[in-house]
């Protein structure tokens, strides 16, 4: 048992100084001492092509802390430096937004205060010109339900613009269902008190996968419920918001209200990406009679015009949660507390679908191609085409995917619990109930509801491919799978049946590796741990993605020799050989290390 104890002065109107006292500490939960003060690491948030958020925690008693951002990781061409308070009435976060900087390039920060230097973080602006974008999808991070080894898988990614958290980025209580990594004493449940809230940002950030990946890339957010109060009526917002705000240093979009949070990121010619709310906006207003809008009408309104004027290749609409229609007609007894109409859930867009479907006619009427909805909150991977009415066979035909107006990517949680962790629920029950739902819901094509991981999703001119990463949450580990791998075509506006990482990919069952040791020197072992006895074919990329060898590889075990390879971080790529090999793979990273 190990004990931590942190003084943090806290207080908006008034100096408190708190004791935070535990008397044991769930693993790989520790602040970064070798920054001191900076113990809770760095971010940066809201990239545009010449601005970009950074983020750090000066740990009391605050003063006056020096930032520096450059062109290189040594701080050679310095581009800007400046001076920021901490203080109490920030929760002792330090934030600047800088300006003036180059689109699409790399620059790197770090934080000082008397001598002390933070870790150094490294952010990238938004292009304006660009025949690929690449970006993570994720949401739903719950400290308390499993180990954040997505976020370092994230991390360990080169290649990423940013990274675009859908919601749930904290969580206000801990589940009896997913104790998992849970402090003793306990976590109170919190409401939205400025100080309670800033107690659990600051536990999160104790986590050095979170830490890590936020050092790595820029996040794009929206909030979720878990994040913010449903409750807060639009005069009273303040707390939940402010203290959002201060621990990811996300700008405020409408100086009239705080918590206005729907905007228009443009990307260049490539694409624009719509940041919408699905939480708040509804409690001011309706879209028909009797009708209570998803989005308000101002949200909407604003949405169908900026998808009018968009003359971007791809539109792509981040929101909160799950847009496609999700029906468990006749098995309701398989989800406790399931809404009586035979949805899974109301409290997504099956709960609005009026407003859903004048958002798909609006796409219809409009001829307006290539839209792709980004969702999260439902703790499963759900992949769909969005006809208007996918239960209408003269509309919509799930063998071609004709008649769809756009499509829904929807990855998994982090680390909340899925479908089962509910009680009654075990993953024979989960896979046999995804199989069924499938039947009932044409318009879904990739379904899995017991996994946690993030997505990928990787733009180009003529096609998005849509990847789907699977990581474990109850035990540190290296190790993750690749679930799903989709195209969207340009124009076709539904997932694509006739290629071989279409629809088929539903099927693909990925090999599990180990890769030893890591950093390698000479030599690096590669183990298949498959039970199968299958050939395999490894391919062997440098970080640039050029490959280095590519060979066979007999039996579940091959050792490489690396002696005369450069320093640097290496992909490897394995397939099984033989009948459906495309769908046997497995694909991981390791590091070589000359000293």
Known sequence: ????????????????????????????????????????????????????????????????????????????????????????????????????????????????????????????????????????????????????????????????????????????????????????????????????????????????????????????????????ELSETPSGRSTCYDAFREWTAMPVFDTQDSARLYRKISLGPLADLFMIDTDHQFIEDSIAPNETSYLGTEQFNWLLNELDQSTAKW????????????????LEQFIPNAPTDGHLTNSAWDGHPLERQMLLQHLADNQIDNVMLLSGDMHFSLNSDLPIDPFDSLSYDPETGGGSMAVEFLPTSISRGNLDEKPGIDSATAAFFAMITDNINPHHIYTQLTENGYGIIDLN????????????????????????????????????????????????????????????TDQVTLECLNPERLTYTITIMDASGRPVRTLPMQGSRMQV??????????????????????YRQATGRFVVEHH
């Open 1 to 228: 048992m190990r004990s931590l104890l942190l003084t943090v002065l806290l207080g908006c109107s008034q100096l408190v100084q708190a004791q935070w006292q535990w008397d044991s500490l769930p693993p790989n939960i520790y602040p970064d001492s070798l920054h001191a003060p900076f113990i809770l690491g760095v971010a940066s948030n809201e990239p545009s092509a010449n601005e970009v958020s950074i983020w750090s925690f000066a740990q009391p008693p605050g003063g006056l802390v020096n930032y520096e951002m450059a062109t290189d990781s040594l701080f050679s061409n310095m581009v800007t430096s400046g001076q920021l308070l901490s203080a109490d009435t920030g929760g002792f976060t330090v934030q600047t937004r800088i300006g003036g900087l180059q689109p699409d390039t790399y620059y790197w920060y770090r934080f000082s205060q008397n001598g002390q230097f933070s870790v150094t973080g490294r952010t990238r602006t938004l292009p304006t010109q660009t025949d690929r974008l690449r970006f993570a999808v994720t949401s739903c991070s719950s400290v308390w339900s499993g180990y954040f080894n997505a976020y370092r898988r994230m991390a360990q990614r080169t290649d990423l613009n940013a990274v675009i958290h859908l919601g749930d980025f904290i969580y206000d209580f801990v589940d009896p269902d997913e104790r998992e990594r849970v402090p003793v004493p306990e976590p109170i449940d919190v409401a939205c008190g400025l100080d309670e809230r800033r107690k659990r940002y600051f536990y999160y950030m104790l986590d050095p996968d979170q830490r890590l990946v936020r050092q790595q890339h820029p996040f794009i957010q929206i909030w979720d419920n878990h994040d913010v």
């Open 315 to 330: 539109k792509l609409v981040a929101n909160q949660k799950m847009f496609a229609p999700f029906s468990i007609q006749g």
């Open 461 to 520: 001119s003529d096609s998005i491919t849509a990847d789907i990463w699977f990581s474990k949450i109850r035990w540190y580990t290296e190790m993750e799978e690749l679930a799903s791998h989709m195209v969207l075509k340009d124009g076709e506006n539904h997932w694509s049946r006739n290629s071989p990482n279409g629809i088929a990919e539903k099927e693909m069952t990925s090999l599990q590796t180990l890769v030893y040791p890591n950093p390698a």
């Open 561 to 582: 020799n690396t002696s005369l390879w450069p320093s640097g971080m290496y992909f490897y790529h394995l397939t099984a050989n033989g009948r459906n090999s495309n």
